[in-house]
């Protein structure tokens, strides 16, 4: 083995949230979407005010998601109590309080984003989250933050 890959993972505790979303129409990850609703749409989201601080990518469940609308979404998670402007063109979606697992990959290049994302999400796959006692709860969206080389590389899977 050329090179081990530490993969960082903790329980973080989501609250009950509303999350503005920009659906796709047949996406299921980052490139196709962009090619669906145009890279626009990330300048949008920095510019809100999010519960963790910045935008997220998520990968919906079916009961999420709209006829003839992608599973890939980009949106931006805020209280429930959110009465602020929706930009056109978005939906709101509200999610329930849940436990994730976050995944963070080492610190990369940012030429190597790639690798970065294949490595992190291999060892997802691999992951047994019964080994500290919980199981995948496919219920609720798996979430992506954007891929920056100094914190290395970041998803959230639901686990119950």
């Known amino acids: 083995m050329e090179h081990v890959a530490n993969v960082f993972v903790q329980v973080v505790e989501k609250p009950e949230r509303k999350v503005i979303i920009k659906r796709g129409k047949t996406a299921k990850e980052y490139w196709s979407y962009c090619q669906e609703v145009g890279c626009d749409v990330w300048g949008i989201l920095t510019s809100m005010k999010s519960l963790c601080g910045e935008p997220v990518c998520m990968w919906l469940p079916e009961k999420y998601r709209k006829p ?31 436990k994730y697992l976050m995944f963070q990959g080492e610190p990369f290049k940012e030429e190597d984003y790639c690798q970065a994302i294949e490595a992190l999400q291999l060892a997802m796959e691999r992951y047994d989250p019964s080994t500290i006692g919980y199981t995948w709860d496919k219920t609720n969206p798996r979430i992506q933050l954007e891929p920056r080389g100094e914190r290395g590389y970041i998803e959230l899977r639901a686990v119950r």
């Open 68 to 98: 003839n609308t992608s599973e890939y979404v980009q949106g931006v998670e805020v209280t429930m109590d959110y009465t602020g402007i929706i930009p056109d063109g978005f939906d709101v979606i509200t999610l329930p309080a849940a």
